[in-house]
């Protein structure tokens, strides 16, 4: 695939770049109409949005360094400003920059991550088509009828028929985001929805693992986004079936 998408004089339009711009607004269209819908401030969805996403990215890029240490020390600069990120640093990041952000506000932490892990799974999905337009987190070789061919791609190996990873995980992403919406109008519990998409997605993320070739660092038999996933699925897993408490209808807005 093309990564970019448009030049007008010195100005070139990223495909990666662009999906990640068009996840966010998406994302935040989204969030708003259900905060209004919920009663709740959309307004605060910006300033979360802002902070989710600066610190989401740095701790995304801090991980991918992480796993890519002996190249990154023999070409830092390669790895600083590449495309390179690791989606579960972003996660874990923006989990601490909204619970930062909540109370600095003093805002129910919960109640507002709910509202807002649906957005996050659909930026996400349109993050993943960016993915490929890049050829970053390619696929295996195979002969699948649902092979794609790279011909001009910086990342992905050309002229190879290559599962198709990224639209995998950005439909995973579509569907995780529509089944929290749907959940979240049946179940108001405070931190259920949260709990959820972590299910979801690491059990969505460990099993298109297998399908990937790129380099993206192992713990062990594990790569690291399984690795991470195993802890993210307990965690999910306690918090929806366990420790978070029945419904509090008086959460502060």
Known sequence: MYNDILKIGPVTVHG?????????LVALLVGDYRAKKKGMDGDLLYGLTFVAVFFGLFAAKILFIITQWQGFLKNPMNYITGNGFVVYGGIIGGLFAIWGYCKWKKIDFLRYLDLFVPSVSLAQGFGRIGCFLAGCCYGKETDSFMGVTFTNSDF???NVKLFPSQLVMSAGDFIIAAILILYAKKDHSKGKTTALYLILYSVGRF??????NDDRGFVGIFSTSQFIGIFTFIVGAVAFFGIIPARDKKAKV
Do not use: H, K
């Not at 770049?17 to 068009?22: A, E, F, N, P, T």
């Open 16 to 24: 990666y770049g662009l999906m990640i711009g068009i996840g966010i």
């Open 156 to 158: 992905a190996p050309n």
């Open 207 to 212: 099993l298109v693992e297998f399908t990937r």
